[in-house]
T-cell receptor
């Protein structure tokens, strides 16, 4: 079947604007993750959804970042009042979260540039 | 806090030569260990993973890795590198018994010369 898809693939925005990034996980995967890849910080965890449990938001860098997952499938990461330091590639991954440590399958990412 | 160290930022090898990419982790217990590869403009692809059992694990594309508890290492190896292996390689860990968030090393960029 199809892998993890993300949209848009590229996004250019002006400082102060809000952006929404979308992730479609692999069908049937109960766990969904957002990561950020930037030159200064490398690959870092942002947020994790598992089934109907409360999400693990421990990696979100500020309250300008939020994410939701509707119907246990599609997820949207929202960045409000974007700053230049938000420029990065945002990666989404999904997995079958059974016993923990399941393989995470990554999407191609959304490259965000904040001018 | 656990961390993952990839001491080599950039490695260049000749096609056909052997390859070893280093990875060390700091964590009290044995974590779940992973190697991912990222080709230019691509997402991350899992090469192999270690949870328990046999300390030598085989992965895709001819890669293998060996878990050494005494050295807290999980080095990635390939006997003969192909030009298509040029990419960035990330070692990652997951705390056992906690949420499955990956902690990544800083990556090693592999260049292959013909």
């Amino acid at each position: 079947g199809a892998g993890v898809s993300q949209s848009p693939s590229n996004k250019v925005t002006e400082k102060g604007k809000d952006v929404e990034l979308r992730c479609d996980p692999i069908s049937g995967h109960t766990a969904l993750y957002w990561y950020r890849q930037s030159l200064g910080q490398g690959l870092e965890f942002l947020i994790y959804f598992q089934g109907n449990s409360a999400p693990d938001k421990s990696g979100l860098p500020s309250d300008r970042f939020s994410a939701e997952r509707t119907g246990g499938s599609v997820s949207t990461l929202t960045i409000q009042r974007t700053q230049q330091e938000d420029s990065a590639v945002y990666l989404c991954a999904s997995s079958l979260e059974l016993a923990g440590g399941e393989t995470q399958y990554f999407g191609p990412g959304t490259r965000l540039l904040v001018l | 806090a656990q961390s993952v160290t990839q001491p080599d930022i950039h490695i260049t090898v000749s096609e056909g030569a052997s390859l070893e990419l280093r990875c060390n982790y700091s964590y009290g217990a044995t974590p779940y260990l992973f190697w991912y590869v990222q080709s230019p403009g691509q997402g991350l692809q899992l090469l192999l993973k270690y949870f328990s059992g046999d300390t030598l694990v085989q992965g895709i594309k001819g890669f293998e890795a060996e878990f050494k508890r005494s050295q807290s290492s999980f080095n990635l190896r390939k006997p003969s590198v192909h030009w298509s292996d040029a990419a960035e390689y990330f070692c990652a860990v997951i705390h056992t018994g906690t949420a499955s968030k990956l902690t990544f090393g800083t990556g090693t960029r592999l260049q292959v010369t013909l």
